[in-house]
């Protein structure tokens, strides 16, 4: 992400109703996958920007500690002071990690980013994670969906349920579950996109509180669904959970 992003990141991920949604979803499912892992290293969130997400993993997950990496050095700082945890700048393309040495590997809108390598980083993310560890995607949804959004946060590319599946298949991860999300809102977001100027702004920013609120009952309530056991079959986002085979 530019400068700018990264900075209106900071300022508003602690509040935004989409980023409080994602965060609780990555961690409920990395906890209960990391339950029923036999590795026991630590839990990296890879491109962990400006640490909000670190911040709410704290200081270690189902007893695994906790530290970050990006490749932006200003970002890895305030991920540093946010969230009080390690934290490494440096690419996700390529790690300075042992081999096996992580128990868990979060990646949230990382894949999907311009600097990044998608068949590298999941490279990466196999060899530095030991066998069985736990790895949590999320992932925007749909190329069709491509908007001036992707453009400002530098989002290269999109993924349906099948792409991501098969990606991870081909670098050595099980595929443990993998449902869309934001799908209760997703008539709203294809509506956004459909009368967007190309040259608007991203969407990282503060809404309305009565707004951010039904927004965030909205995602709740996905939430639930999801832990239920229920793969929603649509939505903005797509949340992948793996293990590291071999």
């Given at each position: 992400m530019e400068r700018p992003e990264y900075e209106r990141m900071h300022a508003v991920e602690?509040?935004?109703?989409?980023?409080?949604?994602?965060?609780?979803?990555?961690?409920?499912?990395?906890?209960?996958?990391?339950?029923?892992?036999?590795?026991?290293?630590?839990?990296?969130d890879a491109g962990c920007g400006t640490g909000g997400m670190l911040r709410v993993l704290g200081a270690s997950v189902a007893g695994r500690p906790t530290l970050g990496l990006d490749f932006d050095p200003v970002a890895a700082g305030m991920a540093f002071a946010k969230a009080g945890r390690p934290v490494v700048s440096a690419s996700v393309n390529e790690m300075p990690l042992g081999d096996g040495t992580l128990g868990g590997y979060l990646s949230l809108d990382v894949l999907s980013h311009a600097g990044v390598e998608p068949a590298r980083a999941l490279g990466e993310a196999h060899r530095c994670l030991g066998p069985g560890a736990i790895a949590v995607?999320?992932?925007p949804a749909y190329g069709w969906m491509f908007s001036a959004h992707d453009r400002?946060?530098?989002?290269?590319?999109?993924?349906?349920?099948?792409?991501?599946?098969?990606?991870?298949?081909?670098?050595?991860?099980r595929v443990l579950r993998a449902s869309y999300w934001n799908t209760l809102l997703f008539p709203l977001m294809l509506?956004?996109?459909l009368i967007e100027r190309d040259d608007a702004e991203s969407d990282v920013r503060d809404?309305?509180?009565?707004?951010?609120a039904l927004f965030s009952a909205a995602l709740t309530l996905e939430r639930a669904a999801i832990a239920a056991g229920i793969s929603l079959p649509f939505g903005g986002s797509l949340i992948v959970v793996a293990a590291r085979d071999g």
């Open positions: 602690d509040r935004m109703w989409w980023y409080r949604g994602l965060r609780a979803l990555a961690r409920s499912q990395l906890d209960r996958a990391l339950a029923g892992s036999p590795a026991n290293g630590p839990v990296l995607f999320n992932l400002r946060t530098h989002n290269a590319r999109r993924f349906t349920r099948g792409e991501a599946r098969a990606l991870m298949a081909r670098h050595g991860f509506i956004h996109r809404y309305p509180r009565w707004l951010d």
